[in-house]
């Protein structure tokens, strides 16, 4: 392995020296009203006066002027609509997303600082929290507080936050589930005469055709089939070779892949490619998969695999491809099969969760927090918090929120953080799954939103979704950094072994996995796994 190659694969997201978080009071402008006329509609705090209610919001450096994350138009749409009538004033506290974890910690090890409500997308951060006592159980205040949101997240999503039969945690809900789809040059394929492949086999195939033929005249520059070092492009493959532990359902976590039946074919394969020069040759050291974008983007790329909305954002990859290469056609296709599991198009689906909300044991308000969650899942609060104002923003077309066209930045500035507030919500989770998507498709340029409908319905097809234990696999936090960084070692030194020494180095790597950690999590896995 080259010196770039290890940076590459080993380098790790440890962030900046962390900096003291305080929470900026918010201003009530949306209201036009001074903070104290609130306390004659009558409704207060649980002690009977004007309280404040701090609430988490990620901090992404974006705020467009003259808006901060702490003061922006939604910020004043919670205050006037939730806080000012419920004799609440709401803090918001910001986090930087890159820090969602570490800055957390800092959080709750100060009973003081820390939010009423904190969140964050790591499960084992939400059961080592369960575990140590800091969370308040909040089943009670569901009943009592949350009628509405305990309705609109459904019991299959409340299960993510239980430990024990205890509701530790508000699990957002995720509006998609459908993670990846794949992509291939109708035009290439045009051009060597074939149809596009239904399965691994064709797939290979297709590939060394687009090598040895070279339909777009590239030379040195053609890449058969793109490849990083992200789970969009590797997840897809080794999923088409992995045997499911349980029914439609797997293990939940990435570094949990070696454990599958499967895993090794699933490495040989991406071997073969590696070595017969179908895939990038630098994916180990394309972590954030810049330089695949770019080779797409240029027209440089026959066949890839990416989250499902990617390509497909104003000004994003297609619409970047298509204007490099005007003459370029893509088409989302299902190639990669799984043989173990009757040829299906196996592939990882989404839990029905989005992040872990949670209250502090220390917070002093936690009637006003789940109060605050059940408000933002009553009427078209989840559509304003993501659309704006109906008729100014967006309009109603059969139950779908659509963006207007044309509309004003100023306008759209609005509802720039939208995604962030809605914490209920993973994704516009505003009615059944179809109703999601339909939602979402709605906010992508026109252009793209028939390919991005083709892209969801592959997304979706031959799925397999998580187990969710009652209860933390201990060995998921005790040895999981360790496993995530390895397995990345594991697939970048089995993917660029010379042919011959394919087994010596995946033994080699596969046992230094087990050795880590990975011997204890399979044993663990398997024995909680009996008590389904």
């Not at 004003?408 to 500035?413: A, H």
């Not at 026109?446 to 998580?466: A, F, H, R």
């Amino acid at each position: 392995m080259t010196r770039n190659t290890r940076r590459g694969v080993m380098k790790k997201a440890m962030g900046a020296a962390l900096a003291t978080v305080m929470g900026v009071a918010l201003l009530s402008g949306c209201s036009g009203a001074a903070k104290d006329d609130s306390a004659a509609t009558g409704a207060t705090g649980t002690d009977g006066k004007r309280v404040t209610l701090k609430v988490e919001v990620f901090d992404r450096g974006n705020s467009p002027a003259p808006y901060t994350i702490t003061n922006n138009w939604l910020t004043q749409y919670v205050q006037k609509e939730f806080g000012d009538p419920n004799n609440i004033d709401v803090e918001f506290v910001p986090v930087q997303r890159s820090e969602e974890t570490t800055k957390l910690n800092v959080l709750m090890a100060s009973a003081s600082d820390v939010p009423d409500i904190v969140f964050v997308y790591d499960s084992s951060v939400f059961f080592r929290y369960a575990q140590q006592g800091g969370l308040t159980d909040v089943g009670e205040l569901l009943n009592t507080e949350g009628a509405d949101l305990k309705k609109y997240l459904g019991e299959d999503t409340l299960k993510f936050g239980q430990l024990e039969g205890k509701q530790f945690a508000i699990p957002g809900k995720r509006a998609i589930t459908g993670r990846y789809a794949s992509y291939i040059r109708q035009d290439w394929l045009d051009k060597v005469g074939m149809k596009a492949p239904t399965t691994t086999d064709e797939l290979y195939d297709t590939l060394k055709a687009f090598k040895e033929k070279d339909p777009a005249g590239l030379g040195d520059k053609n890449i058969p089939m793109g490849m990083a070092l992200a789970p969009a492009q590797y997840e897809t493959l080794i999923y088409s070779f992995i045997k499911p532990i349980k029914g439609d359902l797997t293990y939940s976590q990435r570094y949990e892949l070696p454990l599958h039946d499967g895993f090794k074919d699933a490495m040989q394969f991406m071997n073969k490619l590696y070595n017969e020069g179908l895939i990038s040759k630098d994916f180990s050291i394309d972590e954030e998969k810049e330089q695949l974008t770019k080779d797409i983007q240029n027209g440089n790329v026959g066949y890839w695999s990416e989250d499902v909305d990617n390509l497909f954002y104003e000004d994003g990859t297609l619409d970047n491809l298509t204007a490099n290469v005007p003459d370029s056609k893509v088409e989302p296709i299902d190639a990669y099969s799984n043989p173990n599991e009757g040829n299906k198009h196996i592939k990882s689906r989404y839990g029905s969760n989005g992040m872990y909300i949670m209250i502090p044991k220390s917070s002093e308000r936690a009637d006003e927090a789940v109060k605050y969650l059940n408000w933002m899942s009553q009427g078209n609060n989840i559509i304003t918090i993501y659309n704006g104002v109906e008729g100014e923003n967006y309009d109603m077309k059969d139950g779908i929120p659509v963006t207007k066209p044309d509309v004003s930045k100023e306008l759209q500035d609005r509802v720039y953080n939208g995604g962030d507030m809605a914490i209920i919500s993973n994704g516009k989770a505003i009615g059944d799954e179809a109703t999601n998507e339909a939602a979402w498709v709605a906010g992508f340029p026109v252009n793209n939103q028939e390919m991005l409908k083709k892209s969801l319905e592959i997304s979706n097809t031959d799925t397999v979704g998580p187990i969710v234990f009652d209860r933390p696999i201990e060995a998921e936090s005790k040895y999981g950094t360790a496993l995530n960084d390895k397995l990345k070692v594991l697939i970048v030194q089995s993917a660029m072994a010379p042919t011959d020494q394919f087994e010596a180095v995946y033994d080699r790597e596969m046992q230094d996995f087990m050795n880590i950690g990975g011997s204890e999590l399979k044993k663990e896995l398997e024995a909680a796994l009996q008590g389904q």
